[in-house]
């Protein structure tokens, strides 16, 4: 090193911790529990070392999407509080940085996971960097309300990515894995927007309680958990369902639709009066709903590989 | 006077431990991956390590 780099230091060096934060580790966490779903239920099999690998490159890929999504929205999470203490707006991550960080590890992550596996994942694994980084971050999530619906596709995409990781291609199953997780995110957001303070309106960022009012997002909420329903049913009754799945399925989306209909059925006026109770409810419900879908499918597959 | 270590150093220190055993795993899961892969016995190149079943010798 140097001499000019220690007489010239810049105002914060950022430490390792920083780096790590530009991944967004707690989403990556979603990203390697479906991702390792996919992988486990798919017919056939891979070696221990290549589904650690495949796990590890796909949360890298996520993480690298995450990356240039800070990059790119510095501006707006600058001015939103739930944001402003990210690397980049926060000024200990220079914005460069994070844009070479989600470039070099987005092309590490795709080239090692065609290595590891085969290049149909790395082929999804990049759709999925582009998608979210591109389609979702730079072009549709400033323009249109159905946003989150739209960033909903890429955090579906890890259980087919580790789907295909196995077998080489996309199946019924794993097109319906997709479908549970892309039909999901819109209810879980947009409850978590029904009870929470938001400032996406000073970020410019269209956001449905906004743009449509809270009325009609109680109608949507209610009416992607109808939608949801029937792919999480389908899900159970493909080759990687079975009866644990199918049970789960069924108390799950019942519990799910009765909470988007007393969602649906009141107003704010409601809703203020006891604190959200049932929005915060519906909230809660939408964790435990991907998690146990998810499991179910884990243990169906384990009861198979018994019996 | 050249104080020993500063707040400054302790950062860069984080930042070169953390890259240094990132790289240290990076290099460890590439080379599992290729005992595994070519101790499997697949019929493959060095090249990309991806299995080509066509050549595959037949008796």
Wanted: charged share 15%; hydrophobic share 55%.
């Amino acid at each position: 090193m140097s001499d000019a780099s220690i007489s010239a230091p810049r105002e914060y060096e950022p430490t390792f911790g920083d780096y790590v934060a530009l991944l967004k580790p707690r989403v990556m966490s979603l990203v390697v529990f479906t991702a390792l779903v996919g992988l486990l239920v798919a017919p056939g099999g891979l070696h221990a070392v290549e589904m650690l690998a495949a796990i590890l490159f796909i949360a890298l890929g996520a993480g690298a999407s995450g990356a240039l999504n800070m990059w790119y929205d510095a501006d707006i999470d600058a001015v939103m509080r739930r944001t402003a203490k990210r690397p980049v707006p926060s000024g200990r991550v220079e914005p460069g940085e994070a844009l070479a960080i989600g470039l070099g590890l987005s092309g590490i992550s795709v080239v090692m996971l065609a290595l590891a596996t085969n290049l149909v994942a790395a082929g999804l694994l990049a759709f999925t960097i582009f998608f979210y980084a591109v389609v979702y971050s730079m072009w549709l999530k400033r323009s249109t309300p159905q946003n989150i619906v739209i960033g909903g596709a890429a955090g579906a995409f890890p259980p087919v990515i580790g789907w295909a990781a196995v077998t080489g291609d996309v199946s019924m199953a794993s097109v319906l894995m997709f479908g549970l997780i892309f039909m999901w995110t819109p209810p879980h957001f947009w409850a978590l927007a029904l009870f929470t303070k938001s400032d996406y309106g000073d970020a410019g960022v269209p956001m449905l309680t906004v743009t449509h009012g809270r009325d009609s997002t109680r109608r949507h909420i209610l009416a992607y958990t109808v939608l949801l329903a029937p792919v999480g049913i389908g899900l159970a009754l493909t080759s990687v369902g079975g009866p644990i799945t199918l049970a789960a399925a069924v108390v799950l989306n019942a519990l799910f639709l009765k909470g988007a209909f007393s969602i649906w059925r009141r107003d704010d006026l409601a809703a203020e009066a006891d604190n959200y109770a049932a929005e915060k409810k519906f909230f809660k419900l939408s964790l435990y709903y991907l998690f146990l879908h998810f499991s179910a499918l884990l243990a169906d597959a384990a009861l198979g590989g018994l019996l | 006077m050249i104080r020993a270590t500063h707040e400054l150093h302790d950062r860069r220190k984080s930042r070169n431990v953390g890259l240094g055993l990132t790289l240290v795993g990076f290099v460890a899961i590439v080379f599992a991956l290729t005992v595994v892969k070519v101790t499997r016995g697949d019929p493959m190149q060095a090249f990309d390590h991806v299995v080509r079943p066509e050549m595959e010798i037949v008796q």
